[in-house]
């Protein structure tokens, strides 16, 4: 390969994959003091939250999908956004605050299948708010970049600025306002984020830039234990995020769609121009299936069920017809996920974000940024929840968790499709499998108010793939717009094109049972003992 873009790591018994080392330092270390897969999941994303530059929120979302090796049962712990009760769609600023449901779920999560006290999992993440932490190229970046948006509030000014100049690289991020929060957490549990002084906080913050935050929108959020998608894949059986979220759905109807279009035969997507028009014809398919977007479907296992099988039979007779597929925007925002293998076999894989630009518009209570994603993200008349793009999936052969993946990004549709497929159905391993040459999603831009730019007429391509590839299918009436991979030149206005996250479990045998592969251009780590 022409270049190399994600980190592989490789331990014998349990692992922590992450977007920042710290974040799995973290992991690592609630696993060493006796804590199972759950607890350090729940640690390493509040870690995350901390430690990424503003792509990920404590008062953003999570989704969670569990194996539990005791039982052998599977779960998916969803904490998706909500609309306030008096929520006024498409309005800006305070308006666009959404409830949000990552503590919730994560409380849950420990709650329901983790071992430790709910405070040894947040204390950790408390004290390096409090001590600070020197920030790297990709925050010192991001702090620039989003400076218009930081110092619109006192906090922001304070916080990431000094003497009027954004922190530099190696700067030390001291976040005192956070630790506190943190540290209520960590002491009173959830009610002290939704019914406590950081809700408070929270409504009024939000109140006084226009929003309608009450106090029973926090109070009366719950987060769900649900059933994941499944579906046979081969020998492969596949479990997928489910609740308010579409990316597990998506993906499965995508793999099982190429597979009834005989998607293997026609070759590789970065090698074969069939291939990837298939490709790209099945992602505007998915456009067509209208229970994407409907969370009492989604929500529902039986209806979702029903609605894949059915869905799969009339995405196979588009794709395979002569007929066009018009483009449209689909994808994910900024996000981050995180994956942990323990030595009682335990998985937890799941994704978090903020679902809009970095920081949102710029709204702090208690040091953490709000989650403005009433400007990018719709919901229905039938439920208040937002559908969020979350994917995340766990894969049994003959009975035993063989891999466990989640993407993120703006082309994360694409790109856990393919991902998947070379995993499963042309047997690469993980390394490889998320090396290769891929097409991402759609050519973005975030701007200043929260909004997102999208072109969809332009997909992004790998630039290592050929021209003997490109040229027959832009022939073919596809826009292809060639990039080098992730991380991107400054000012281009391009984000990224869905490499995630991945860990492949018992994957080869011996001292190398797990492998982990995270994406570098956002420092990630996967490591292990």
């Not at 483009?327 to 323990?342: E, N």
Request: hydrophobic letters at 45%; proline letters at 7%; a negative charge.
């Amino acid at each position: 390969m022409a270049s190399k873009h994600g980190t592989m790591g490789r331990a014998p018994t349990a692992m922590v994959a992450t977007s920042h080392a710290l974040a799995t330092q973290v992991g690592l270390g609630i696993l060493n003091q006796g804590g199972n897969a759950f607890d350090a999941y729940v640690a390493a994303v509040l870690t995350d939250d901390l430690v990424l530059p503003g792509v990920t929120s404590t008062a953003g979302l999570t989704g969670l999908l569990v194996y539990q090796a005791s039982t052998k049962a599977l779960y998916y712990v969803d904490g998706p956004l909500r609309a306030p009760a008096a929520w006024n769609p498409g309005g800006g600023g305070g308006a666009a605050v959404m409830v949000p449901g990552e503590v919730a779920a994560l409380a849950l999560a420990s709650q329901r299948f983790g071992k430790l006290p709910w405070s040894d999992l947040v204390t950790p993440v408390a004290n390096l708010a409090q001590q600070g932490f020197p920030i790297d190229a990709l925050y010192a970046g991001s702090i620039a970049a989003n400076a218009s948006i930081l110092q619109q509030s006192p906090y922001g000014q304070k916080t990431f600025f000094a003497n009027g100049q954004p922190l530099a690289v190696g700067a030390t991020l001291v976040q005192p306002d956070y630790a506190a929060t943190l540290n209520g957490i960590a002491s009173q549990g959830p009610s002290y984020f939704y019914q406590g002084p950081w809700a408070s906080e929270a409504i009024s913050v939000a109140n006084a830039a226009g929003g309608t935050l009450a106090p029973s929108d926090l109070a009366s959020y719950e987060a769900a234990l649900v059933a994941p998608l499944i579906v046979q894949h081969g020998d492969t059986t596949l479990f997928a995020s489910s609740g308010y979220s579409n990316g597990g759905a998506r993906l499965l109807l995508a793999l099982e769609t190429l597979q009834g279009a005989n998607a293997m035969s026609l070759g590789r997507f970065d090698q074969s121009p069939a291939a990837l028009e298939l490709l790209l014809r099945v992602q505007a398919a998915e456009d067509s299936q209208a229970w994407l977007q409907d969370p009492t479907v989604l929500s529902d296992p039986q209806q979702s069920a029903a609605a894949l099988v059915s869905g799969v039979e009339q995405m196979v007779a588009l794709v395979t017809s002569a007929a066009s597929l018009p483009s449209s925007p689909d994808g994910g925002s900024h996000s981050s996920g995180v994956i942990v293998v323990d030595a009682e076999g335990n998985v937890a894989v799941g994704t978090h974000t903020i679902e809009t630009s970095n920081w949102g518009l710029g709204l702090f209570a208690g040091g953490i940024p709000l989650s403005t994603a009433g400007t990018v993200v719709p919901t229905t008349a039938a439920s208040a929840y937002a559908v969020d793009p979350l994917s995340s999936e766990i894969a049994l052969v003959g009975g035993v968790p063989a891999l466990a993946m989640t993407t993120y990004g703006s082309g994360l549709h694409p790109g856990d499709v393919q991902i998947m497929s070379y995993l499963v159905d042309y047997g690469m391993d993980a390394e490889d499998a998320i090396l290769e040459p891929r097409v991402g999603g759609y050519a973005l831009d975030y701007l200043p108010d929260g909004a997102v730019s999208v072109d969809p007429s332009a997909h992004v391509l790998d630039q290592r793939v050929a021209a003997s590839v490109v040229c027959p299918v832009r022939a073919a009436g596809f826009g292809l717009e060639q990039y080098e991979p992730p991380p991107y030149p400054p000012g281009t206005g391009m984000v990224d094109t869905g490499f995630p996250t991945v860990v492949t479990i018992a994957a080869t045998p011996g001292p190398s049972r797990l492998q982990g592969m995270t994406p570098e251009w956002m420092n990630g780590i996967a490591a292990g003992f």
